[in-house]
């Protein structure tokens, strides 16, 4: 498959567009909801959601990845690993079931368990779409995930708001992400006409199972101990904490996951079809690991500067003590993509093994660090997360001083203008902040100051990413006037 910059690109904004859309309505939705519901409601339904989590890793097991790696991936192939994944979907939906109520106890709130077995159909419709995400993934049509991700973001919205405003509670953050599931599923059904045959074939699920299922080892060993701080503050700590945890990751995921899930979506398949040709596989590394950086840092650093401010104008001030919680949160997701990137070759070279095991030396660390961290509070578990997410770095880019020839020094050599840019951008701002001045028109200072100081560094410092992006983006306004000529 030959995929030019064009393609490339055009697909990463509709990747970017249907994630940015999605997630931006889902924020606005959420403010809504944080003004009607209370901070334990979101709590339960985030305990809730760290176990359906787990169990979406083991329905996919790795294979919707392993359908785009597999370069002769055909209809036999496709309805496999769709009979599988319905199967698995039911399957954990009845584990759930059953054990709800064991759940329930160990939380100590019985009244959990009409809940968590509700909240697991989601589950089942995940098993559906699987296969048609993968088609789209492969042949790079991600203008069909922009609306039907957004047609189910829409319609759930609705439903959520509206459960919310007649008192509905928990069963209102409940119904919303079930729409939103069931939407999404029945979309793709729709516009992916690929449907399974009635075929299902044990050998060709051997070989992609040998390659998703280390994949699936590493992201369940992720998911278990990404979510173990939840887990365990769920379980110590008043219901509210963890709601404070996880709204402090809200803001900088909205940012972090529409550009990772873009990229992710769009450069796996571009990476896989390059897979033979090592200088290529560099080039796109290299450019990818530079624009992850250049995108990201100046975005963490300006939500971690203004937190005060976001927090008080966004969720009122009754949410004001997940300001810490933010702060650490954006420390953490200024790697996320970095990671991604690195993470990305690995997998397109069919490497399922070096990535299985460099999970597991990361999810170790940071399952010793936290464990290390809980006697000093749940602030502590956090920072122990920070400490572990900046060592991942060279443990993720260590595999690719060999696969990619992309050492680890280069890679800090070449982003280390960014990092210097977004410190003095950061230390301004900040102290911009100290003004007394009205929180919205001094949020509207430090927002403009910043992003004047970064594009205005980045000119005079003539960094590569920045000059990538502008001249990418003339290119396409050169485009667009010429097509509107010719019209």
Known sequence: MEVD???????????????????????????????LLLPEDYGVVSIIAIFTTIMNLFMDAGFRNALVQKLDADQTDYSTVFYFNVFMGIFLYF????????ISSFYEKVYMTPYIRVMSLTLILGGINGVQAAIIAKKMEFKRFFFSSLSGTLLSALVGIAMAYFGFGVWALIAQRLVNEAVDTGFLWITVKWRPSLVFSLKRLKPMFNYGSKLLGSSLLNALVTNLSGLVIGKVYPADTIAYYDKGRQIPNL????IQTSVQSVLFPVLASKQNDKKQIKRILRTSFMLAA?????????????????????YTEKWITMVPYLRLWCFIFAFFLLHTAHLQ??????????????????????????????????????????????VSLYINAFPNQKLADYGFLEQIKDILPIIMLNMVMGIIVFLLGKLSLPTVF??????????????????????????????????????????????
């Open 5 to 35: 910059r064009s393609t490339v690109i055009s697909n990463m904004l509709w990747r970017f567009a249907e994630k940015c859309g999605t997630q931006v309505v889902s924020f606005i939705v959420t403010l809504v909801l944080a003004r």
């Open 95 to 102: 584990l759930m079931y059953i054990f709800a109520p064991v």
């Open 255 to 258: 940012v972090v996951e529409n």
């Open 294 to 314: 250049y995108c990201i840092f100046p975005c963490m650093v300006g939500i971690g500067v203004c937190a005060e401010s976001l927090v008080t104008i966004l």
């Open 345 to 390: 070759v690995i997998q397109a070279l069919g490497r399922s093994d070096i990535f299985l095991k460099i999970e597991v030396i990361k999810q170790v660390l940071t399952a010793l660090a936290i464990f290390a961290a809980i006697p000093f509070g749940s602030l502590a578990m956090l920072a122990a997360s920070c400490f572990v997410a900046a």
């Open 442 to 487: 001094l949020l509207c200072i430090q927002i403009v100051a910043g992003v004047g100081i970064y594009v205005a560094g980045s000119s005079l410092l003539e960094l590569e990413s920045y000059k990538f992006i502008k001249n990418t983006l003339l290119i396409y306004v050169g485009k667009f006037f010429q097509l509107k000529r010719g019209r």
